[in-house]
Nanobody, 130 residues
Framework: QVQLAETGGGTVQAGGSLRLSCVASGRPLGDYSLAWFRQAPGKDRDFVAA????????YYAAAVEGRFTVSRDNVKNIMTLEMDSLKPEDTAVYYC???????????????????????WGPGTQVTVSS
């Protein structure tokens, strides 16, 4: 399995921006469909954004559409999440997730239940103050 590690979390004021990165090791990132999820205290882990294997397709949760941008570099083995116009309700631990393309073709990782996705990073805290 691929190993994932997120960086870039922190505290920012409402309206600000943050950039998260997910660095992969152990397997080529190009073998995987990728996504970002987030989990606020006391809530379920929710889908945020997904990107296809080649990076030519993306899909976003309605709550972040137009404010967040997901991208990937399969040569550098990195996925990023640019977060703009942040709101207090974006506060959560953000996780990157990967599933083999044969199990999650195209953008289907976006609709997979989190417990079915086999590779996760440890998460990074994002706090947006009002």
């Amino acid at each position: 399995q691929v190993q994932l590690a997120e960086t870039g979390g922190g505290t920012v004021q409402a309206g600000g921006s943050l950039r998260l990165s997910c660095v992969a090791s152990g397997r080529p990132l190009g073998d995987y469909s990728l996504a970002w999820f987030r989990q606020a205290p006391g809530k379920d882990r929710d889908f945020v954004a997904a990107i296809s294997r080649a990076g030519d397709g993306t899909y976003y949760a309605a709550a972040v559409e137009g404010r967040f941008t997901v991208s990937r570099d399969n040569v550098k083995n990195i996925m990023t999440l640019e977060m703009d116009s942040l709101k207090p309700e974006d506060t959560a631990v953000y996780y990157c997730a990967a599933e083999e393309v044969r199990r999650a073709p195209s953008l289907s990782i976006a609709t997979m239940a989190p417990y079915l996705i086999r590779s996760w990073g440890p998460g990074t805290q994002v706090t947006v103050s009002s």
